[in-house]
């Protein structure tokens, strides 16, 4: 590992400890997930493998009764991805904001192995739901600067999914852009199996880009959504939303008005 990257590892996490330890303590009681893994249905998903991620020591310092949770989700963490060797951020199922997850009618969340693991790992299977609405917020100061990234969607569709032909996409800075304002310029994302297969099993879309300028403290917010009240939508099963750096031609990512401010003043 090179020493860039364990330079700015320390870093992030300071930031993300504190935070990782009161989502644990927030999290329910261990009875209520061993009966949902006991009763998870079969989908078409490979194993969720993350075993080439780089963990935060947090496990070390948790009470004792917290230790199991830790086994059950890690949530956010950084990696690096083998195949880039770029530096993700991957925030979990469980840690996104998305539209009626608390009703058992809409979302079901079962436990997945992971392939070369003793970890399970949560995943979130929509059940039935008219309006679809998922986000994700993160701080930009946790991101190496100056760098351009790409929200992307981690997901896989059950044998029986309906009404997820497309849906709209768009990443925002919260502070500079009013969500109205940011529902207008969204794209069309289509659920393409073909076309958004990885190579760890799971399928991704890319829901915007953004640049990370120096200093950069703002609020980013990557999100996912269909208001159509006309079809229902099933069958869609997320993973979580990965944030990694982009190397290629024809990005146009959004800037934050502090980043546009320098460059004026430059």
């Given amino acids: 590992m090179s020493e ?3 330079n700015w590892e320390r870093l992030v996490g300071a930031v993300m400890l504190k935070e990782k330890l009161r989502r644990i303590a927030l ?5 209520s997930i061993s009966i949902i893994s006991s009763a998870s249905s079969s989908f078409r998903s490979a194993p969720f493998s993350f075993s080439r991620a780089f963990e935060f020591p947090a ?3 948790l009470e004792p009764k917290y230790q199991e949770t830790m086994a059950i989700s890690e949530s956010p963490r950084f990696y690096v991805d083998q195949r880039s060797g770029k530096n993700c951020y991957l925030v979990g199922a469980r840690e996104l904001q998305i539209s009626s997850v608390e009703d058992s009618q809409s979302w ?3 436990t997945q192995p992971d392939s070369s693991s003793e970890r399970l790992l949560e995943v979130g299977e929509l059940q039935a739901v008219l309006w679809l609405d998922i ?3 993160i701080p930009s100061q946790i991101l190496p600067q ?3 990234y790409a929200a992307h969607l981690l997901f896989n569709l059950a044998k029986n999914c309906k009404g997820l032909e497309s849906a709209k996409a768009v ?3 919260i502070n500079d852009e009013p969500e109205k304002d940011a529902e207008k310029r969204a794209r069309v994302v289509h659920f393409e199996p073909s076309e958004n297969l990885r190579d760890d099993g799971w399928m991704e879309l890319e829901l915007g880009s953004f640049y990370v300028g120096q200093g950069e403290n703002g609020e980013v917010e990557a999100r996912l959504f ?5 079809f229902l939508k099933r069958g869609l099963i997320v993973g979580g939303i990965e944030f990694r750096p982009v190397f290629r031609y024809g990005v146009n990512p959004i800037l934050s008005k502090q980043c546009l401010s320098r460059i004026v003043m430059a």
């Fill in 135 to 137: 986000r994700c917020k």
């Fill in 226 to 230: 269909e208001k159509s009240w006309k």
């Fill in 146 to 148: 100056r760098k351009t």
């Fill in 171 to 173: 990443v925002r800075f």
């Fill in 27 to 31: 999290r329910p009681s261990m009875d």
């Fill in 108 to 110: 079901k969340w079962t």
């Fill in 4 to 6: 860039n990257y364990d």
């Fill in 59 to 61: 496990q070390a310092v």
